[in-house]
T-cell receptor, first 110, second 116 residues
Framework: QKEVEQNSGPLSVPEGAIASLNCTYS??????FFWYRQYSGKSPELIMS????GDKEDGRFTAQLNKASQYVSLLIRDSQPSDSATYLC??????????FGAGTRLAVHP | GAVVSQHPSRVICKSGTSVKIECRSLDFQATTMFWYRQFPKKSLMLMATSNEGSKATYEQGVEKDKFLINHASLTLSTLTVTSAHPEDSSFYICSARPGLAFDEQFFGPGTRLTVL
């Protein structure tokens, strides 16, 4: 059974701080990794994808991948109250499917 | 780019009726589309995977005769919840996968189904 694990949170950070979200996965053969943001009552929105070891930056977001440790993270710099949402980690599961974690709820307080 | 629409956004129906939900990729052709459901404060649950012109592949525990999926074209997939019951009330979300090389999926806005 392929699994993706995330801390459910809530992760509470002050406005302007760095939020660090973590995810581990069980399938060592996974090749694709994604972070989705989901606001309450809305559908997930893709914010980052990463396919190779190292860091990938896009604006205030940085995704980090370590395949040896089977670990992927998302850093959000200069966190804003509008970043408050649930962040879903997803890993390519083969057969075109994504395996989703349960999500980490982030709360950014002014 | 990579916009997925879903219709209707909200539906309320009586127990025993059937409800059809449409999912369209607006600016790309989707090699594969997916249907998920999500209960309040729970994670996404994949129901089925569909490829254009072929039968959908259902996840274990999902009744294929209850949740009918038709993938008529590279831009349209439909989910029909047949003989809906209150326990089918949920948030149904489709996603579409545009590429052959990578697994990224783009989600529609979702359909909130309430069965009375």
């Amino acid at each position: 059974q392929k699994e993706v694990e995330q801390n459910s949170g809530p992760l509470s950070v002050p406005e302007g701080a760095i939020a660090s979200l973590n995810c581990t996965y069980s399938d060592r053969g996974s090749q694709s990794f994604f972070w989705y943001r989901q606001y309450s009552g809305k559908s997930p929105e893709l914010i980052m994808s990463i396919y190779s070891n190292g860091d990938k930056e896009d604006g205030r977001f940085t995704a980090q991948l370590n395949k040896a440790s089977q670990y992927v993270s998302l850093l959000i710099r200069d966190s804003q109250p509008s970043d408050s949402a649930t962040y879903l980690c997803a890993v390519g599961g083969g057969y075109n499917k994504l395996i989703f974690g349960a999500g980490t709820r982030l709360a950014v307080h002014p | 780019g990579a916009v997925v629409s879903q219709h209707p956004s909200r539906v309320i129906c009586k127990s025993g009726t059937s409800v059809k939900i449409e999912c369209r990729s607006l600016d790309f052709q989707a090699t594969t589309m997916f249907w998920y459901r999500q209960f309040p404060k729970k994670s996404l649950m994949l129901m089925a995977t569909s490829n254009e012109g072929s039968k959908a592949t259902y996840e274990q525990g999902v009744e294929k005769d209850k949740f009918l999926i038709n993938h008529a074209s590279l831009t349209l997939s439909t989910l029909t919840v047949t003989s809906a019951h209150p326990e089918d009330s949920s948030f149904y979300i489709c996603s579409a996968r545009p590429g052959l090389a990578f697994d990224e999926q783009f989600f529609g806005p979702g359909t909130r189904l309430t069965v009375l």
